[in-house]
C-alpha cells in the first residue's frame, strides 16, 4: 500500500456521499476520487442483470484510469448484486454497503425493526438472507421506496421537497401501536445511501422517535482496517467528482463537506 493510498468511492448518484464522509474522516492520508453513475440512475428503474451488465465493465475502466488501493461500493441496490461480480474479475480489495439489518435487530428493544431501502433492494434475496440469518426473532418490515432517493438527490441540489412528498415514503416503516412505546418500531434501517442526506428530516417527520441506523461509519471502519495503519505524518491530499454523464457538477461548496474540506476537482 503506498504511503498516500488512492480509495475510489462508486455509487449511482449522490447518496455515497454520506459514505465518503465518514471514509474520509477515518482516512484522512487518502486521495479520493468520487464517481457518481448519473448516467445511468437511478439504479432501482433497471433489472438486476442490466446493473450488473453495466457496472462490472466500467468499474475495470475506472481501475484502468484511477489505479486506486481499494474501492468502495456505497451503494446498496449495486453492492447485493454486483460485488461477487467485481471480487471475481478484479484483484482490487472492494468494501460494499449492504443493509444493517444484524446491529439493528441486535439493538432493537421492542424487535420490531423495519428496512427502508429501494424497491430492488428490499425485494433482493440478499436481503431476505440477512434477515433469515440476523434477525434474532425480531420482525421486520421491508419498505421499498420508489422515490425517497430521488428526493434527496434533489434536496442537495437544492431544490425544495416537500415534507408530505418525505412523509409518503417514510410512513410504512411505522409498525404498531403509536400509544405503546414497547409495542412498534423502534429501529429504521436506512438501506440506501442516499437518506442519510434527509436524515434530519425524516426523524423530524417520524410519526415517533426510532433510532436509524446508518452503515457508513462500519463502513469507514473496515477501508481503515484493510488499508493498515496512516502514515505518521499526514498530509491532506486531493479528491475528484466525476459523473459519467460528463456533465460538471456545479456544487461547490455543497459537496466541500462530503470530502472533509478539500474541494473536488
Known amino acids: 500500500m503506498t504511503d498516500t493510498p488512492t480509495i475510489l468511492v462508486f455509487d449511482s448518484g449522490l447518496g455515497g456521499l454520506t459514505v465518503l464522509r465518514e471514509v474520509v474522516a477515518a482516512r484522512p492520508d487518502a486521495h479520493y476520487v468520487y464517481v457518481a453513475d448519473d448516467a445511468f440512475f437511478p439504479y432501482g428503474h433497471h433489472s438486476e442483470d442490466e446493473i450488473i451488465a453495466r457496472v462490472v465493465p466500467l468499474m475495470g475502466e475506472l481501475i484502468g484510469t484511477h489505479d486506486p488501493d481499494l474501492a468502495v461500493i456505497a451503494c446498496n441496490t449495486a453492492s447485493t448484486l454486483v460485488l461477487s461480480h467485481l471480487r471475481a474479475a478484479y484483484s482490487l480489495p472492494f468494501v460494499g454497503t449492504v443493509p444493517a439489518i444484524k446491529p439493528a435487530c441486535a439493538q432493537s428493544k421492542t424487535r420490531r425493526v423495519s428496512v427502508l431501502g ?16 440476523f434477525a434474532q426473532g425480531c420482525e421486520v418490515t421491508l419498505v421499498g421506496s420508489p422515490e425517497l432517493a430521488s428526493l434527496a438527490e434533489a434536496a442537495l441540489g437544492g431544490h425544495t421537497i416537500s415534507d408530505g412528498d418525505i412523509l409518503a415514503e417514510l410512513k410504512p416503516c411505522f409498525v404498531g401501536d403509536p400509544d405503546d412505546a414497547s409495542a412498534r418500531t423502534d429501529t429504521v434501517v436506512l438501506a440506501c445511501t442516499h437518506y442519510p442526506l434527509l436524515l ?22 473496515r477501508v481503515s482496517d484493510l488499508l493498515g495503519p496512516r502514515a505518521a ?3 491532506q491530499t486531493g479528491a475528484e467528482m466525476i459523473f459519467t454523464s460528463n456533465r460538471v457538477h456545479g456544487l461547490g461548496p455543497t459537496l466541500t463537506p462530503f470530502f472533509g474540506g478539500r474541494v473536488p476537482a
Do not use: C, H, N, S
Open 233 to 235: 505524518e499526514i498530509v
Open 200 to 221: 434530519e428530516r425524516l426523524k423530524k417527520l417520524a410519526p415517533w422517535p426510532v433510532d436509524w441506523i446508518d452503515p457508513a461509519p462500519a463502513i469507514a471502519r
Open 118 to 133: 429501494t424497491k430492488g433492494t428490499v425485494k433482493r434475496e440478499y436481503t431476505k438472507a440477512l434477515i433469515r440469518d
